[in-house]
């Protein structure tokens, strides 16, 4: 063999892999067409085209310039690729009681309007795509309030002290109390006096995280793995 179809021979493996990879699926999802609802499969008519924008978005850029994608993805995997539906909680709601079972595989209308897709590089910590919806699950009453205290502090419960998730309190600021304290004031430990208030990018951050709930209902052309139905209906 000589230098040349060496040459050829390793470009062209490098070269396929970057055009299967990278220049196929950004021409296929960076103008995704919407997807209409089929009558008498679908239990919904009309176009499945979610979108996202406002604060949720900002919120996005947050935490993206943080890095937050460093350690936790979002993106529940296809059922070849891993157990992410079986997972409580995880692709969705198993028995929601208003919806049923919600849960589902991730598709590219969730990263709709957004610059980049934050899949995520490594699951350090929890897979966040339905973050959200476990959240208000969890904490019905106050879900906010729960996000600015983790975000100030990610230890601030005893039954997470372990963690070690960076705390951000960069995006909160300490202000003296002047007459009523503010609703939004980070509850915990701090000098009489004073409270902690959360800044425009810890309030953009909270509620993206908060806007993270894809277990909507989506085509049935889209569902790759749809929940079993029950034969006695």
């Known amino acids: 063999m000589n230098f040349r179809t060496f040459a050829i021979g390793l470009t062209a493996s490098f070269g396929l892999a970057w055009l299967a990879v990278v220049v196929v699926?950004?021409?296929?999802?960076r103008d995704i067409a919407p997807v209409a609802f089929q009558e008498g499969i679908d239990p919904q008519s009309g176009i499945y085209h979610p979108k996202t924008s406002g604060r949720v978005v900002n919120g996005y850029q947050v935490y993206a310039e943080n890095g937050c994608y460093q350690c936790h993805t979002q993106v529940v995997r296809p059922t070849y690729a891993g157990n992410d539906l079986g997972r409580a909680d995880f692709a969705g709601?198993?028995?929601d009681p208003?919806?049923?079972?919600?849960?589902?595989?991730?598709?590219?209308?969730?990263?709709?309007?957004?610059?980049?897709?934050?899949?995520?590089?490594?699951?350090?910590?929890?897979?966040?795509?339905?973050y959200g919806r476990r959240l208000l699950r969890a904490h019905?009453?106050?879900?906010?309030?729960?996000?600015?205290r983790r975000?100030?502090?990610p230890r601030f419960d005893p039954a997470v002290s372990w963690s070690n998730c960076p705390s951000l309190p960069f995006l909160f600021e300490k202000k003296e109390i002047m007459g009523q304290k503010s609703d939004h004031a980070v509850e915990g430990k701090v000098k009489e006096g004073f409270e902690i208030?959360?800044?425009?990018?810890?309030?953009?951050?909270?509620?993206?995280?908060m806007s993270l709930q894809h277990d909507d209902a989506v085509p049935a052309s889209m569902n790759y793995a749809p929940a079993p139905t029950n034969p006695e209906g």
Do not use: C, H, W
Not at 106 to 129: C, E, H
Not at 140 to 148: F, G, I, V, W
């Open 25 to 29: 699926p950004f021409f296929k999802m």
């Open 93 to 95: 709601i198993k028995d």
């Open 98 to 130: 208003d919806r049923g079972d919600t849960r589902r595989e991730s598709n590219p209308f969730d990263y709709k309007g957004l610059d980049y897709a934050p899949v995520g590089v490594s699951r350090n910590g929890p897979d966040l795509m339905n």
């Open 140 to 148: 019905p009453t106050d879900a906010e309030q729960y996000l600015y």
């Open 151 to 153: 975000l100030y502090n």
């Open 197 to 209: 208030i959360p800044g425009p990018k810890a309030r953009a951050l909270a509620s993206y995280l």
